[in-house]
């Protein structure tokens, strides 16, 4: 496990609960609430308020420790939540910056799996959000308020065109603990314009939970390095989005992360994940004038020392089109890599491996990855590359590196391997 002994180990256990099968209820809120409301089934919104969707938790007034953080309401999953630290007195807010400025339609607040058995009236009920398009602290007005269902998921519709770039959740009552306030989940539907000209890089030092990391971006590929235990780390960013492998030179361990960076570059969000499963948060602060951590950034992008420490290694940054096998244009900065690798070692033979997620059948998913895994041996073999050398296999759904359950996970499971044969 990465966390070792450090205080922070507490991340690695799951919460405390037992798993409640919750039903889809949806009513109607009188005496001037928001009315609930069905979520978008035409496609043409989306889950804006998740990581792998961009948003950041910037601030929150409380939180019971990281097990229990605010951020754990954009995990995509009631598996993990949120709570208030004990005694906290109402309001608790947290404040939320979405990727876009964003149209929203509904708001959604699960409350399934709060442990209602164990503590009666800990679900969040009454509940208010504002919502601002100026600033992060500037320019907010309320949007709608809602009682949100006990033990239950409740859904609510947005005035017509109600847009944001910062969201406030405040919650202003529970039913009736006295101690603690849980929420599980809480979703935004709406559409974004995904414009990202203006992104700052993320390339910096920052402070986070396991120590000085520095990360260099070129393009839209990243590499970095944390003191804990030798880290280093190699992958990707779209936009606010971070997708990497990480390993770690003590002790050998590997997993895989998702980070998003804040609009203003100050601030990590993330998710880390080991055998399948994910394991718990990785947070940062930019501070540049801490000096350069003791560890090195892999100078070569990581793939030959993968290859040679383990024998194989996941190539983020290689990227498809939607149901596609059809390469994107940024895939080239990875695949030059590879291709630099590939020629500065004659003797090296690869497989090359695709992988997805679980969405879609599991034939169709076998098909696409191998598919998938052939585009990269043909780009390659165009490039000069011997095609004895490569062999493209697709294992579709079947070996996972993350939770399927949530989002973020699925992205980090839709991936190419390179290994050594």
């Known amino acids: 496990m990465i966390p070792g002994s450090r205080p922070f180990a507490s991340c690695i256990s799951f919460p405390r609960r037992v798993f409640v099968i919750g039903f889809l209820l949806f009513a109607w809120v009188g005496q001037g609430l928001a009315q609930p409301g069905p979520e978008p089934s035409d496609g043409s919104s989306s889950d804006v308020l998740n990581l792998a969707s961009g948003a950041v938790v910037l601030s929150h007034s409380s939180q019971y420790n990281e097990e229990w953080a605010a951020m754990l309401l954009l995990d995509d999953t009631v598996e993990h939540g949120w709570s208030a630290a004990e005694g906290a007195s109402f309001p608790h807010e947290v404040l ?7 149209t929203l339609d509904s708001i959604a607040l699960d ?12 679900s969040a009920r009454d ?19 809602g009682e949100a ?6 859904t609510f519709a947005f005035p017509e065109a109600t847009s944001a770039r910062w969201m406030k ?22 559409r974004s314009e995904k414009d990202r000209s203006d992104r700052v890089s993320i390339s910096g030092v920052y402070e986070t939970n396991y120590d000085l990391m520095h990360i260099e971006q070129r393009g839209t590929r990243i590499y970095g390095c944390y003191d804990f235990r030798g880290g280093t780390l190699v992958g990707s960013i779209d936009g606010a989005v971070a997708q990497f492998e990480w390993r770690h030179e003590v ?8 980070m998003v960076l804040s609009r203003s570059g100050e601030a990590l969000n993330g998710l880390w994940y080991q055998d399948e499963e994910y394991r718990g948060l990785w947070i940062g ?13 892999p100078t070569d992008g990581g793939i030959a020392q993968s290859l040679s420490n383990s024998g194989r290694t ?28 590939l020629k500065e070692q004659p003797n090296l033979r690869l497989i090359i491996e695709g992988h997805t997620d679980s969405v879609g059948g599991a034939a169709y998913n076998m098909t696409l990855s191998e598919k998938r895994a052939r585009s990269v041996v043909r780009w390659l073999t165009e490039q000069g590359v011997d095609p004895e050398r490569l062999e493209a296999v697709g294992y579709g759904e079947r070996r996972p590196v993350s939770t399927n359950e949530a989002s973020q996970g699925r992205a980090l499971n839709r991936r190419v391997e390179l290994v050594r044969k």
């Open 96 to 102: 939320i910056e979405l990727e876009e400025q964003t």
């Open 149 to 154: 269902a006990q033990g239950r998921r409740s």
């Open 169 to 190: 959740l405040v919650i202003r009552s529970n039913w009736g603990h006295d101690a603690y306030t849980e929420l599980m989940e809480l979703e935004g539907y709406g």
């Open 314 to 341: 996941i190539a983020y940054g290689i990227n498809f089109d939607v149901d596609s096998a059809r390469l994107r244009s940024e895939s080239e900065a990875i695949l030059g890599e590879v291709l630099s690798v």
């Open 285 to 297: 602060t930019r501070d540049d004038e801490a000096g350069p951590p003791e560890c090195t950034i």
């Open 251 to 258: 002790g050998g361990d590997t997993g895989t992360a998702i």
């Open 111 to 122: 409350n399934t799996t709060a442990e209602e058995d164990e503590y009666p009236g800990i």
């Open 127 to 145: 509940f208010e959000v504002w919502v601002s398009t100026e600033r992060s602290d500037a320019g907010f007005s309320k949007a709608l308020e």
